[in-house]
């Protein structure tokens, strides 16, 4: 089945230590999303990539980096993560970025850090 | 920037019960999207809306999204337990380029 995954489904790490959270796709869409979601807010998108076009948003922190080596994989990169960071961290898809269609979401995986 | 408003943020329903959560923005939406994520989950896609004045049902549920394409509702008649999560309304605008503005969501609890 076509899908979105996202390893590790849990990430524990030290303050500071930096972590990669990856996401991969088998749907062929052209843009990937990384979200941020804490408990009980709303998804907050941090960037989007169209194609290999990487579209930051502003008030995504320099501690948060992300790569897109091909179509299907999508990295995100916290060098430096601070106790702010702790949260459940969404890959999500779209076929075409222009508005039209659903975002698919993948599992998310759900940072600690201590 | 623009902002998606949504209530209310809880709502306590009794099985069998209707219930609709609301979103409203300032600005003209381009579309507007519905998605559920259920406790421990990921938002899962509902619908999207687009035309002005649209209505769509997805059995127990009815979408609506407003004539001046500024508010959207859900609405939910005979609430079950499998109903249990949080509904995100989600919108663009003209100038979002497919960026979501997600409204801050509805949490849904079902009481037997």
């Known amino acids: 089945d076509a899908m979105v995954i996202q390893n590790p489904r849990y990430q524990v790490t030290q303050f500071g230590k930096p972590v990669t959270l990856s996401c991969s796709q088998t749907l062929n869409h052209n843009v990937m999303y990384w979200y941020q979601q804490k408990s009980s807010q709303a998804p907050k998108l941090l960037f989007h990539?169209?194609?290999?076009?990487?579209?930051n948003e502003a008030d995504t922190p320099d501690n948060f980096q992300s790569r897109r080596p091909n179509t299907s994989f999508c990295f995100l990169d916290i060098r430096s993560p601070g106790l702010g960071d702790a949260a459940m961290y969404l890959c999500?898809?779209?076929?075409?970025?222009?508005?039209?269609?659903?975002?698919?979401f993948g599992p998310g995986t759900r940072l600690t850090v201590l | 920037g623009q902002q998606v408003m949504q209530i209310p943020q809880y709502q306590h329903v009794q099985e069998g019960e209707d219930f609709t959560t609301y979103c409203n923005s300032s600005t003209t939406l381009s579309n507007i999207q519905w998605y559920k994520q259920r406790p421990g989950g990921h938002p899962v896609f509902l619908i999207q809306l687009v035309k002005s004045g649209e209505v769509k049902k997805q059995k127990r549920l009815t979408f609506q999204f407003g004539e001046a394409k500024k508010n959207s509702s859900l609405h939910i008649t005979a609430t079950q337990t499998t109903d249990v999560g949080t509904y995100f309304c989600?919108?663009?605008?003209?100038?979002?380029?497919?960026?979501?503005?997600f409204g801050a969501g509805t949490q849904v609890v079902v009481t037997p």
């Open positions: 990539y169209y194609d290999k076009d990487f579209n």
């Open positions: 989600a919108a663009t605008t003209t100038d979002s380029w497919g960026k979501l503005q």
């Open positions: 999500a898809t779209s076929r075409d970025g222009a508005g039209a269609g659903e975002q698919f």
